[in-house]
Antibody, heavy 123, light 107 residues
């Protein structure tokens, strides 16, 4: 069974760095894209970006490019989302999710989701 | 980027009602359209992919249709567990953007 387990909630101050994680299991990690989805309080779903763990190819939403970094560690089947300097506007629930299409990127969907990591940014 | 526009943003309905949600893409996405259901405090769950294919275990009262730019999610005979927010998402080209969501509330 595919399982994605995310790291715990974080409370940070503006300007601090942060790295949250998503541990994947139950499938061949390197052969499926894994993505991040942001949900700001009371708002809808925003596609942040995706990574293909086999070669670490990443694709970011243009609106978030440069604001976050997605990475993967194949040795522990884990994907990360990190910020070098948090802003108050980064406060949100972040979900990781697996794309079901293998290496292809057309016609696929997020078929398995993590439980979410709540990021709070407050001075 | 391909923008996705859902309507309505919210609706009130009663148990047993038929509900229709529409999603429009800013350019053709052929059949690369997914529908997700999200309940409060929970991660989203995919219900329909490729515009009309139901995930295993999704009740048959849910259906999807459409091709190109215009798509529809229909729930026949709304059940109490269907009250949630529904999102469409295109998977034709990255970024795979979501619609803004449709909240289905109890009348």
């Amino acid at each position: 069974e595919v399982h994605l387990v995310q790291s715990e909630a974080e409370v940070k101050k503006p300007g601090e760095s942060l790295k949250i994680s998503c541990k994947c299991s139950g499938y061949t990690f390197i052969h499926y894209w894994v993505g991040w989805v942001r949900q700001m309080p009371g708002k809808g779903l925003e596609w942040v970006g995706i990574i293909y763990p086999d070669d670490s190819k990443t694709i970011y939403s243009p609106s978030l490019q440069g604001q976050v970094t997605i990475s993967a560690d194949k040795s522990i089947s884990t994907v990360y989302l990190q910020w070098s300097s948090l802003k108050a506007s980064d406060a949100a629930m972040y979900y990781c999710a697996r794309l079901d299409g293998g290496q292809q990127l057309v016609g696929d969907c997020f078929d398995s989701w993590g439980q979410g990591t709540l990021v709070t940014v407050s001075s | 980027d391909i923008q996705m526009t859902q309507s309505p943003s919210s609706l009130s309905a009663s148990v047993g009602d038929r509900v229709t949600i529409t999603c429009r893409a800013s350019q053709s996405i052929t059949r690369s359209l997914n529908w997700y259901q999200q309940k409060p405090g929970k991660a989203p769950k995919v219900m329909i992919y490729s515009a009309s294919t139901l995930l295993s275990g999704v009740p048959s009262r849910f259906s999807g249709s459409g091709f190109g730019t215009d798509f529809t999610l229909t729930i026949t005979s709304l059940q109490p567990e269907d009250f949630a927010t529904y999102y469409c998402q295109q998977s034709y080209s990255t970024p795979h953007l979501f619609g803004q969501g449709t909240k289905v509330e109890i009348k």
